[in-house]
């Protein structure tokens, strides 16, 4: 156990609409980012956020949002959903900025677009 | 720009043998490099790194990579392999100066007893 959650687990939904992912980051953890894993993208990074701010983004759709709160856990918005947006999303966290810091990743939620 | 290239898609291995998966990489500056593992409906899990230092870095689960410079290689190795070692490696250089990790498209490890 990596010591970050993520929920749901599981998600099923139709295409166009709008899902939230939620990630907690282990105890005292600043540092979350965001991963989406897919048979033919493989693991892509969508983006980073220190202490509520975003500090880094990858190749992250316009349709696809993301915060980290106060108190740290961070959402991952995915909205006008499409069927290719069926994948496994990750989070990890870090407990600073230094990129030296492995990451420690949750269980993931596992996304199906129908 | 930067790249990461894991040449294999599937390393087959007896229980016993020794174990080699391949990471080449292509990053500007001095790399950070990392290992990550992902056992079935599972998340991934850290293996190694190489920051700075010693070229031969040793991690979890009995395994160590030895960072290569001139071959702009990091490969993976783990003397005497288990059944329990079957699973998805990855290798993965930092990209930029942030924590943005850059994966290879993976490697199946399938150990058989």
């Known amino acids: 156990d990596s010591g970050v959650t993520q929920t749901p687990k599981h998600l099923i939904t139709a295409t166009g609409q709008r899902v939230t992912l939620r990630c907690s980051p282990r105890s005292g953890d600043l540092s979350v980012y965001w991963y989406q894993q897919s048979l033919d993208q493989g693991l892509q990074f969508l983006i980073q956020?220190?202490?509520?701010?975003?500090?880094a983004k990858g190749n992250i759709l316009e349709r696809f949002s993301a915060q980290q709160f106060p108190d740290l856990h961070s959402e991952l918005n995915l909205s006008s959903l499409e069927l290719g947006d069926s994948a496994l999303y990750f989070c990890?966290?870090?407990?600073?900025?230094?990129?030296?810091?492995?990451?420690?990743f949750g269980p993931g939620t596992r996304l199906t677009v129908t | 720009a930067q790249s990461v290239a894991q040449p294999e898609d599937q390393v087959n291995v007896a229980e016993g043998n020794p174990l080699t998966v391949k990471c080449t990489y292509s990053?500007?500056?001095?790399?950070?490099l990392f290992w990550y593992v992902q056992y079935p409906n599972r998340g991934l899990q850290f293996l190694l790194k190489?920051?700075?230092?010693?070229?031969l870095v040793k991690g979890s689960y009995g395994f160590e990579a030895e960072f290569n410079k001139s071959q702009t290689s990091f490969h993976l190795k783990k003397p005497s392999a288990l059944v329990s070692d079957s699973a998805l490696y990855f290798c993965a250089p930092l990209s930029g100066s942030w924590g943005k990790l850059q994966f290879g498209a993976g490697t199946q490890v399938v150990v058989t007893p």
């Open positions: 990053v500007s500056g001095n790399p950070y």
């Open positions: 956020y220190y202490n509520g701010e975003e500090r």
């Open positions: 190489y920051i700075t230092g010693d070229n």
């Open positions: 990890a966290s870090t407990p600073g900025e230094r990129p030296s810091y492995e990451q420690y």
